[in-house]
C-alpha cells in the first residue's frame, strides 16, 4: 500500500476504535477493548475495501460512507451521556436526526432527519433500557443514512475530476483567492499575482466580447435585440437596480450564512430584502490580462454606500461542440464556485442563460486549486440550478434572475437596467 492508502485506512481505524469503545464504555474494561478492536477492524477493513475499489475521479462507496459516518457520530453520544446524565434516547435520537438532515442540506433531507431520529428513539425506548447514548446515536445515524440513500437516489454532489489540468475542464473558471477575503480589489490582486497591467472601472467594456462567441443551435446572435447585445457587449454603459425575492423557508438560513460566510468572506453577499436593496447598487467592470493575452473581466457589484461587496464574478466564454456557453467564476479562497451558461433566444429579442441544458456542460462546480501545480479538483453540484432571462422594456432592460436548490425555487432576482447618465 501507498503512503497516502495507509493514512486513510489508520485514520478511519482510529475513528473505528474510538467509536467501539464508546458504545461499550459501560460495560468494563475488556468489552471496552473488544469494542475497540472490532471497531478498528470493521472500519479500518471498510475504507481498505473502499479505496481499493474506488475508481479515478469517484468519491468512496456509499455503504462505506454510512458506515464512517456512523464511527465518527457514535462518540457524540458518549459526550451526550457525560455532559447530560444519561438523556433519554428518544432526545438524543431526534436531536441526531435532526443534525444529521441539516448537514445533508437539502430541505427534504433536513425535514427528515428528526423524524427518522424520532422514530428510532421511540423504538429504542420500547423495547431497550439503559442504553449508551453512543449506541443510540450510531443507530440514529444509520437509520437515517440508509433512508436518506432509498428515498432521495438522485445524487446532488460528485466528484467530476481529481487534480486535472486546466484544459481538461474548459466549462470551469480556475481562478481562485490567495487570501479570506475576495472583496471588490479581487483583480487588483489578480493582476498583481499574474504580472498582467490592471484597469480599474474599465471604460465602454461588455462582460463578454461579442455574442457572436455564444452562437450556436439554441441560440442565434443576429435575433438578439439591439439594446441586449449592448448590455452584454458594453455593460458599463448601464446602471442596475436590484431586488431580491427570497422564499420564506430560505430566510432564516440565509441569515446565517450571510452573517457567518458571506460578509466575512466578501462574495455572494446578495440583499435579504428591499430595504438593504435600497441601498443601492454600483456596478464596475475591472480587467486585466493573462500571460496568454487574453483579458479577465471581473463585474464587481457592491453597495453603493459603502462599497460591501454584493458579488464579484470573472465572466469567460467558450465553445465546445460548435456552441458557446458562458462561464461565470467566482472566487473563493484557493477555490472557485463555477456556473456554466447555455445561451437561448427569447422571444421579442431576449436572451436566456440557463443551466438547465441536455448538454453535458451547463451546470455548476465547486473547485479546489492547488497553489502550487495549478491542477483542479472539482466537484459537480447537480442540486443548484439557475436562469438568467433579460428581456426589453421601452428603453430599458428586465431582467429576472432566478434559482433553485435541490429542486426547489429559494431566490430570484429582479433587475432594472438602464442606460447611465455619466457615461
Known sequence: MDDQLVGQVLTSAAAGALAGASMCARRGRAALAGGAAAGAAIVGSSELIARRRQRPDEIPALPHRIVASVAFA????????????RPRPR???TVTGAAAGALGIRPQ???LGPVVGLAVGTSLERWTRGLPGAVTVASTVLAFRITSAVVFRDAQVSLLAERAGVDDLPFVVPLGSPNRYVGTDYVRALATTIGGPYVRDSRDIGIVDTLEHLAGPEFEPARAHSLVREF?????RFALDIVPEWRAWVRPGYLLYRAAVARPLGQANVPMNQRHALRGMVSRIDTTVDRDGRVIRGWIRSFADNDEPIYVG??????HDDRGFVSVGFPLPDASFTATLEPRNLPGGGLALTSRSAHRHPGHYLTYIDRSSGELTTLTVDGFGEELRVSVAGDELRAQHAFTVFGLDFL????????????
Not at 457514535?74 to 446524565?85: F, I, M, S, T
Not at 452584454?232 to 458599463?236: G, R
Not at 430570484?412 to 457615461?423: A, E, F, G, K, V
Open 412 to 423: 430570484t432576482l429582479h433587475y432594472t437596467i438602464r442606460r447611465r447618465d455619466d457615461r
Open 91 to 93: 432526545t438524543v435520537a
Open 232 to 236: 452584454y457587449e458594453h455593460t458599463t
Open 314 to 319: 470573472i465572466y469567460t466564454t467558450y465553445r
Open 74 to 85: 457514535a462518540p457524540l453520544g458518549w459526550l451526550a451521556d457525560l455532559v447530560a446524565a
Open 109 to 111: 433531507k433536513v425535514a
